[in-house]
C-alpha cells in the first residue's frame, strides 16, 4: 500500500505536484498517453531534471503554443478573465474523455472547489466565471495529470505537511493582488488543511490549483508518520525565484508495518488485550484498522464466552512500550471497554532488511530475513496477488517464478 508523503516547505502548484510525481518514478511515457485521452490541444510538456540549491530534482512546465505565448498570466490569476473556458466546459472535457472514473470525477471535484472561491471573491456565479484561454490549460492538465500520475504510480494515500506561503503583494494582469492570493484564502474557510507564512518570502507560493489539489486528496496533516518506510525521495522545482530553494518534497512510501527495517534479533513488546461482548465485527473491523494505523505490530481478535455464557472477543495487539498510553487510549475511546490487561514480553526476532527488487516480473520488495546464521527470503502477500492478476496466473506460480530468479541472481 503506498502513501505519498507531501512536504510543502516551499508553497505547492500544480506544475511542482507533477515535477514531484515524475522524480519519484512517473514515467514520461505512461504518462503522456494517459494525457492525450483528454483530446486537449494548444500545448507540449517540459520536463527537465535539473540540480537547485545543490539538490537534484525535476522542473515540469507546460509549454503553451505559439498563438498563446506571450499571454500566460500570473499564477493565482487563472480564472478572473472572462473569455476562455468555463467550468461546464472543463468538465466536459473531462468527462468525455477515457480516463478513468476516478480520475474525472477527482479532477472535476478540485475545478469545482477553485471556481466556486474564484466566484465568491469575483462577486459572480460559478457559471460565470471563465478560465482564461492560457490558464486553463496549464490548469487542467496540472490537475488532471496529478491524478493521472497517483494512479499510474499505484499510490492510495496522500498526506501533507503543513502548507507555507510568502507574503506582501503579485502584479498580475489585472491588479496587485495580496498573497496569499484570494482564492486561495477563500478556499481556507472551513478547512483543516494548516497553513502559515514566510514574512522573508515577497511574493505568492500556494497557488489555487496547488491549494485546491492538497485539500482534496490529502487525508491526514502533520509530519510524516513513524509507520511507515521511506522508499523514495522525490523533489518538483517551483518557477518562481524566492531568495530561497522553492522546491516541493515528496516522500513515496510503503506503510506496511512488515516491511520496516528490523536490525535486532530480541527486544520488548507490550501485550495488551480487552474482552468486549457488545461489539459487531464491522466495529472491530475498524478499531484494528485505526490501531495498525497508529503504528501498532499486530492486532487480532479471538472468540471467547464471557460471564452470564454471552459469546464475546478478545481484543489483542502488540505495540511498543512508549506507545502503552496512546494505544489504551484509542480502546477505550473506540471501544466500549472499561478495562485493560497488559504485560510486557520478550521477543526473539528475525533480523529484516526490505529491498525492492527488479524481476521479470516487475519490481517487487524483497524481505530478507536472518536469525544467527539462518536466512530466508519472503514477500508481501497483496504484490504477490496483483502479479497473479496481472500475469493471470496463480499465486504459487509467481512465488515460484520470482524464486527462482532470485535465486540465480545470488
Known sequence: MKTLYLDPFSGVSGNMLLGTLFDLGLDVEDFTHELAKLKLTGYQLSLTKTTKSAIDGHLFEVVLSDEFKGHHPDEGAEMIHHHGRNLAAIEGLIHASELSASIKQSACAV????????????????????????GAIDSIVDVVGFFIGLELLQIQHVLCGTLVDGTGTITVAHGVMPVPVPAVMQMRLNSNVPFRQREDVLTELVTPTGFGLIKHTAETFGTLPENVMIEKIGYGFGTRETGS???????????????QQVPREQDHVLLIETNLDDATGQELSDVMQLLLEKGAKDVWTAPITMKKGRPAYKLSLLAAPAQNDEMVKILFETTSSIGIRQQLLDRKIMQRTVRLEKTALGDVHVKHLSYQGFSKISFEHDELLALAKEKRCTITEVKNQLMEQLQKNE
Request: net charge negative; charged share 20%; with cysteine.
Open 245 to 259: 530553494l522553492n522546491a516541493l518534497r515528496g516522500c513515496l512510501c510503503n506503510s506496511l508495518l512488515s516491511n
Open 111 to 134: 475545478f469545482e472547489e477553485i471556481a466556486a472561491a474564484e466566484a465568491r471573491v469575483h462577486g459572480k456565479t460559478i457559471n460565470e466565471i471563465h478560465f482564461h484561454e492560457v
